[in-house]
């Protein structure tokens, strides 16, 4: 059986939280955890307890599987939800035009 990486999790809170451009002490606010326990979780120094990742998962609007999940599926999972994100203020008209470069430029990478 695989042992919890700690330090894995806090690495991918502090990731999620620097993707929102947001301090440990505002996480700490809205997830309403001891800013001294996020600086702690984020360095794997502790072990986080399931109730606490699921205030912090909140707080950073990701899922638990986002902060526990490690594998190759995860790079994916990433790139999706940044696409995502990218794409998600784009006109109906924007997006065609995205869809086709995004065709041409995997045609090309392919060849």
């Known amino acids: 059986m695989k042992e919890i990486d700690y330090k894995a999790i806090g690495a991918r809170i502090k990731y999620y939280r620097n993707q929102r451009n947001i301090t440990q002490a505002q996480l700490a606010e809205t997830s309403s955890v001891e800013p001294s326990n996020i600086s702690h979780i984020e360095r794997g120094a502790t072990k986080v307890s399931l109730p606490t990742l699921f205030k912090i998962a909140n707080a950073l609007e990701v899922s638990l ?47």
């Open 65 to 111: 599987d986002d902060l526990v999940y490690d594998s190759l599926e995860k790079t994916q999972h990433i790139s999706n939800k940044e696409l995502n994100h990218i794409l998600s203020d784009c006109s109906d008209k924007e997006l065609k035009s995205i869809i086709e470069m995004v065709k041409s430029t995997k045609s090309i990478l392919r060849k």
